[in-house]
């Protein structure tokens, strides 16, 4: 079955530095990847979406890849701010008539002062 | 502007009592609509969809069941609950846009004792 996989938990990252998180997908490459951030005790808010035939998407501060090759999106932020803590989650779809979308389990990023 | 509205925030709830949770959208016509569950610090689980009025497809089996009897309410419901359907419960709908992500709503807290 189709999988999308967070491998990192957690992130602890230095104000001002860049965060990198990874989301890895198993089989077939999804129609489009997108990016979500979730604080705690409320719903996750739409960030980027990044379809199939594009490499890199940018967003302020925000770039989201995806490599088709190696199955995996990367979703950075740079100049990172105490703000920037949450929880992001990234999620995969494919072209149907619902537009099911299915989610990791998450990264929580804490940006350090 | 599209809105989307979820109530209880917050809810606790007898083992075997029924449950309701209710949905609205404001300001698009015909979303596709979802109920989500996030267990404690786990990621998101499509427990339904709906792509019109009186349509619904489950993604797991369980003691939960759904319903849309107006094109923007979408209700979440239980006859008898079990301590395994604590969880936070969340609605979300899209639209056949490409560039556009999900909008969530804000989320019940649902505790069964």
């Known amino acids: 079955s189709q999988k999308i996989e967070q491998n990192s938990e957690a992130l602890n990252i230095q104000e001002g530095k860049t965060a990198t998180l990874t989301c890895n997908y198993t089989?077939?490459?999804?129609?489009?990847l997108q990016w979500y951030r979730q604080d705690p005790g409320r719903g996750p808010v739409f960030l980027l979406l990044?379809?199939?035939?594009?490499k890199e998407k940018r967003k302020e501060r925000l770039k989201v890849t995806f490599d088709t090759t190696l199955k995996q999106s990367l979703f950075h932020i740079t100049a990172s701010q105490p703000a920037d803590s949450a929880t992001y989650l990234c999620?995969?779809?494919?072209?149907?008539?619902?537009?099911?979308?299915?989610f990791g389990s998450g990264t929580q990023l804490t940006v350090l002062p | 502007s599209q809105t989307i509205h979820q109530w209880p925030a917050t809810l606790v709830q007898p083992v075997g009592s029924p449950l309701s949770l209710e949905c609205t959208v404001e300001g698009t016509s015909n979303p596709n609509l979802y109920w989500y569950r996030q267990a404690a610090g786990r990621g998101l689980q499509l427990l339904f969809y709906s792509v019109g009025i009186g349509q619904i497809s489950s993604e797991v089996p369980q003691n939960l069941s759904a319903s849309r009897p107006q094109d923007r309410q979408f209700i979440l419901s239980s006859k008898k609950l079990l301590l395994s359907d604590s969880g936070f419960y969340l609605c979300?709908?899209?639209?056949?846009?490409?560039?556009?992500?999900?909008?969530f709503g804000s989320g019940t807290r649902l505790t069964v004792v």
């Open positions: 990044i379809r199939e035939n594009e």
């Open positions: 979300a709908w899209s639209v056949y846009r490409d560039n556009y992500g999900y909008t």
């Open positions: 999620a995969q779809l494919w072209s149907g008539s619902a537009r099911q979308l299915t």
């Open positions: 089989n077939y490459s999804p129609a489009y």
